[in-house]
């Protein structure tokens, strides 16, 4: 079964640093596009940016550039999104995606989320 | 960026009848290799998005042929054949024609009258 499980919900204080994970299974994890979607409390979806795990490739929306940095491991087949100083604003959850690279299928398969307190 | 919006926002429904809801983009989402790349994804309470349509008229993989998509250039529509109480959420258009960024529309959501 194709699935991405996210880590869990975190609380946190202004400018502390965090990392969550994204961990993939039943693909193969280096060969498609990972999104991260942000969703503030009440409100509607983000498109934070996507990184190709193969690569490295990776592209901000201009939103989020310099706010925050997506990385992937392929020994884990694990994708992160990281602060390096956290504000009461990034409170919201988290959610990644699969996009696959060769043909596009849309965001196909997403996780479970990741809810981010920063308070 | 691309700028995607939807209506209506609210969308009442009967269960057994059919609905529709738009989503408009400020440029064209004809990419030059010719696909258009504009998806469709529903949020029912309390999940994860779901990806509904993808390339404007493609339906996932599992998803009902109730739901449909349509539209070319700038001007797109979800249709669901029948509604079913199974159907509320929000729905989201999403571009991806460009990927920095890809651009969400606000949501429309959709109740159960």
């Known amino acids: 079964e194709v699935q991405l499980v996210q880590s869990g919900a975190e609380v946190k204080k202004p400018g502390e640093s965090l990392k969550i994970s994204c961990k993939a299974s039943?693909?193969?994890?280096?060969?498609?596009?990972i999104a991260w979607v942000r969703q503030m409390p009440g409100k509607g979806l983000e498109w934070m940016g996507i990184?190709?795990?193969?690569?490295?490739?990776?592209r901000y929306s201009p939103s989020f550039e310099g706010q925050v940095t997506m990385s992937a491991d392929l020994s884990t087949n694990t994708a992160y999104l990281q602060w390096s100083s956290l504000k009461a604003s990034d409170t919201a959850k988290y959610y990644c995606a699969r996009r696959r690279k060769t043909t596009y299928y849309g965001m196909d398969v997403w996780g479970q989320g990741t809810t981010v307190t920063v308070s | 960026d691309i700028v995607m919006t939807q209506s209506p926002l609210s969308l009442p429904v009967t269960p057994g009848e059919p609905a529709s809801i738009s989503c408009r983009s400020s440029?064209?989402?004809?990419?030059?290799?010719?696909?258009?790349?504009l998806d469709w994804y529903l949020q029912k309470p309390g999940q994860s998005p779901q990806l509904l349509i993808y390339?404007?008229?493609n339906r996932a993989s599992g998803v009902p042929d109730r739901f449909s998509g349509s539209g070319s250039g700038t001007d797109f529509t979800l249709k669901i054949s029948k509604v079913e109480a199974e159907d509320v959420g929000v729905y989201y258009c999403?571009?991806?024609?460009?990927?920095?960024?890809?651009?969400f529309g606000p949501g429309t959501k959709v109740e159960i009258k």
């Open positions: 990184i190709f795990p193969g690569d490295s490739d990776t």
């Open positions: 390339m404007a008229s």
């Open positions: 440029q064209s989402l004809l990419h030059r290799n010719g696909n258009t790349y």
């Open positions: 039943g693909y193969s994890f280096p060969n498609s596009w």
């Open positions: 999403m571009q991806a024609v460009l990927d920095s960024p890809c651009t």
